[in-house]
């Protein structure tokens, strides 16, 4: 016999996506509107035998859903592991103590490291809703977190995540802070570094407000959901990997404070460099090159900042016993050709396979990183980095080794190649003075990317390329008609994406 209990509802998958926030809907004559003393936007939290999570409370005043139901977003349908007709208890959440430091980081000071581990704690629990994340982001963005704020946000970030242990160093890896489309030199690197024995257990993130993240672009080729024991299993068996790092639940809480910060355009150095470094310790990496591009139109905007924040991520690292080598790179323009998870595949095997049309700047900067990581994890003198890295490239080893990684993930395929293409032209003759590298971005997004995974943007001028009147400056490449003149409309309202100049 159903349970008569006012909270406990029969639970309804909506096939609503709201990507992590767990959302609740009930009747706003539901009993639990009135014996919880709940409403609209509060938080609620849903029990299912063991398993818990809380949610954001909306109610609906339509008959489409039942008194005694919840209707439940994807989100919170799957982390309590339900199926069809399970009922749910309802109740109140009591409040989050660990706000309290949020606001005093707004209006006060700084935080201790107690104060910190407190708030990502509740993040990782699932307590902080998205307005709860937005007030943190923002109370670490409008005052910059100090060193030692950074340095505590690091910490907490690994103690509330998993860890992995090699056994042995170096165990090298690198990273770039992001900002720059077809930047996707991580597939190359880590194919390089393996092949000259080196550990690299390189997790990479999936876009969220970009065309594109390692992981997704990987993706079309190979399996990246890996678990920790076939991420041991592949290093152990590889020397490399390019996995998804949610899928090994490094640094939990940073998922949700980066989904924030993208959505609110907030690029805080603290949080940047204490989701880099939490990562990085967590997956046991001991020597990392991390990769700052800088220009007009990238996340850093001149060299300025890139030494402070430079400074900041060795300020950090040296606590946790890492090693650091910083390169900062040119940021002013794409490095490959393609934007989009296929597209951007097809340049990093062009460079693999020393293909005659492969993107060069996307080969020389992935032979600078890579030099740079042989060097910092000593398997190659000072000096003598680039060139070790480009007989690896030129031999073939490099494109062996990253075939045997595919295939210990779970094998090789590859890319695919979009249904539809459309060429934007030059309007005038002149010449290629600037590209806006945060529009071309959205180009390729607006066209499907990431999640149709052929869809995105082709580069065909680099800045200081002369084209006359009609000649293609990218390509829109999508995997449907209504999604080709969708981007249309966004490419004719900016026809200075691509800046001439005479």
């Given at each position: 016999?159903?349970?008569?209990?006012p909270?406990l509802l029969?639970?309804r998958?909506?096939?609503?996506?709201?990507?992590h926030?767990?959302?609740?809907f009930?009747?706003?004559?539901?009993?639990?509107?009135?014996?919880?003393?709940?409403?609209a936007?509060?938080?609620?939290?849903?029990?299912?035998?063991?398993?818990?999570?809380?949610?954001?409370?909306?109610?609906?005043?339509s008959?489409?859903?039942?008194?005694?139901?919840?209707?439940?977003?994807?989100?919170?349908?799957?982390?309590?592991?339900?199926?069809?007709?399970?009922?749910?208890?309802?109740?109140?959440?009591?409040p989050?103590?660990?706000l309290?430091?949020?606001?005093?980081?707004?209006?006060d000071?700084?935080?201790s490291?107690?104060q910190v581990?407190s708030?990502v704690?509740d993040?990782?629990d699932g307590?902080?809703?998205?307005?709860?994340?937005?007030?943190?982001?923002t109370?670490?963005?409008?005052?910059?977190l100090?060193v030692?704020?950074?340095?505590?946000l690091?910490r907490?970030?690994?103690?509330?995540?998993?860890?992995?242990?090699?056994?042995r160093?170096?165990?090298?890896?690198?990273?770039?802070?992001?900002?720059?489309?077809?930047n996707?030199?991580?597939?190359?690197?880590?194919s390089?570094?393996?092949?000259?024995?080196l550990?690299?257990p390189?997790t990479?993130?999936?876009?969220?407000?970009?065309?594109?993240?390692?992981?997704?672009?990987?993706?079309?080729?190979?399996?990246?959901?890996?678990?920790?024991?076939?991420l041991?299993?592949?290093?152990?068996?590889?020397?490399?990997?390019?996995?998804?790092g949610?899928?090994?639940?490094?640094s939990?809480a940073d998922?949700?404070?980066?989904?924030?910060?993208?959505?609110l355009?907030?690029?805080?150095?603290?949080?940047?460099?204490?989701?880099?470094?939490?990562?990085k310790?967590a997956?046991g990496?001991?020597?990392?090159?991390?990769?700052?591009?800088?220009?007009?139109?990238?996340k850093?905007?001149?060299?300025?900042?890139a030494?402070r924040l430079?400074?900041?991520?060795?300020?950090?690292?040296?606590?946790?016993?890492?090693?650091?080598r910083?390169?900062?790179t040119?940021?002013?323009?794409?490095?490959?050709?393609?934007?989009?998870?296929?597209?951007?595949?097809h340049?990093?095997?062009?460079?693999?396979?020393?293909?005659?049309?492969?993107?060069p700047?996307?080969?020389?900067?992935s032979?600078?990183l890579?030099?740079?990581?042989?060097?910092?994890?000593?398997a190659?003198r000072?000096?003598?980095g680039?060139?070790?890295?480009?007989?690896?490239?030129s031999?073939?080893?490099a494109?062996?080794?990253?075939?045997?990684?595919?295939?210990?993930q779970?094998?090789?395929?590859?890319?695919?190649?979009?249904?539809f293409?459309?060429?934007?032209?030059?309007?005038?003759?002149?010449?290629?003075a600037?590209?806006?590298?945060?529009?071309?971005?959205?180009v390729?997004?607006?066209?499907?990317a990431?999640?149709d995974?052929?869809?995105?943007?082709?580069l065909?001028?680099?800045?200081g390329?002369?084209?006359?009147?009609?000649?293609?400056?990218?390509t829109?490449h999508?995997?449907?008609?209504?999604?080709?003149?969708?981007?249309?409309?966004?490419?004719?309202?900016?026809?200075?994406?691509?800046?001439?100049?005479?």
């Amino acid at each position: 016999m159903k349970d008569s209990a006012p909270n406990l509802l029969q639970a309804r998958r909506l096939g609503v996506i709201t990507r992590h926030e767990a959302v609740a809907f009930v009747r706003a004559d539901c009993p639990v509107c009135h014996s919880e003393g709940v409403s609209a936007h509060s938080q609620v939290t849903l029990i299912h035998g063991n398993r818990s999570v809380v949610a954001t409370l909306f109610q609906v005043t339509s008959d489409w859903l039942p008194i005694d139901c919840v209707g439940l977003t994807d989100s919170a349908w799957d982390k309590l592991e339900l199926e069809d007709g399970a009922l749910v208890r309802v109740s109140h959440t009591p409040p989050i103590g660990s706000l309290t430091y949020v606001r005093q980081r707004i209006f006060d000071g700084s935080l201790s490291q107690v104060q910190v581990r407190s708030i990502v704690q509740d993040i990782v629990d699932g307590l902080y809703s998205d307005i709860h994340l937005t007030a943190f982001v923002t109370a670490s963005a409008s005052r910059p977190l100090s060193v030692d704020e950074t340095i505590f946000l690091t910490r907490a970030m690994i103690d509330t995540g998993e860890r992995i242990s090699w056994g042995r160093t170096p165990v090298a890896d690198k990273h770039c802070v992001g900002g720059l489309p077809a930047n996707r030199t991580t597939p190359i690197v880590v194919s390089i570094v393996a092949a000259n024995g080196l550990l690299i257990p390189k997790t990479s993130s999936r876009a969220i407000t970009s065309p594109a993240g390692t992981a997704d672009t990987m993706e079309t080729v190979t399996r990246v959901n890996l678990s920790r024991d076939e991420l041991r299993h592949v290093i152990d068996t590889v020397g490399g990997c390019f996995i998804w790092g949610d899928s090994v639940d490094f640094s939990p809480a940073d998922t949700d404070i980066i989904r924030i910060e993208r959505a609110l355009n907030f690029d805080s150095p603290g949080s940047m460099v204490a989701s880099v470094l939490s990562k990085k310790v967590a997956a046991g990496s001991t020597h990392v090159v991390i990769d700052i591009p800088v220009g007009p139109t990238a996340k850093v905007r001149n060299r300025e900042q890139a030494r402070r924040l430079a400074e900041l991520f060795l300020a950090v690292a040296e606590p946790f016993g890492l090693q650091l080598r910083i390169e900062i790179t040119d940021g002013s323009q794409p490095i490959g050709r393609g934007i989009g998870p296929a597209l951007e595949a097809h340049d990093v095997l062009a460079v693999l396979r020393n293909a005659p049309d492969a993107p060069p700047e996307l080969r020389q900067k992935s032979l600078r990183l890579a030099g740079a990581v042989l060097e910092l994890a000593g398997a190659a003198r000072e000096g003598e980095g680039e060139k070790l890295a480009d007989e690896t490239l030129s031999s073939g080893r490099a494109l062996e080794k990253f075939l045997y990684i595919c295939k210990a993930q779970g094998g090789f395929s590859e890319p695919p190649v979009s249904h539809f293409q459309r060429p934007v032209c030059a309007a005038r003759s002149g010449r290629v003075a600037a590209i806006d590298n945060q529009r071309l971005a959205r180009v390729a997004k607006l066209a499907g990317a990431p999640d149709d995974k052929a869809s995105g943007v082709y580069l065909h001028v680099r800045i200081g390329d002369r084209v006359r009147q009609g000649d293609p400056l990218y390509t829109l490449h999508t995997e449907s008609i209504g999604e080709l003149t969708y981007v249309l409309d966004y490419v004719k309202t900016n026809p200075d994406i691509i800046g001439l100049t005479r």
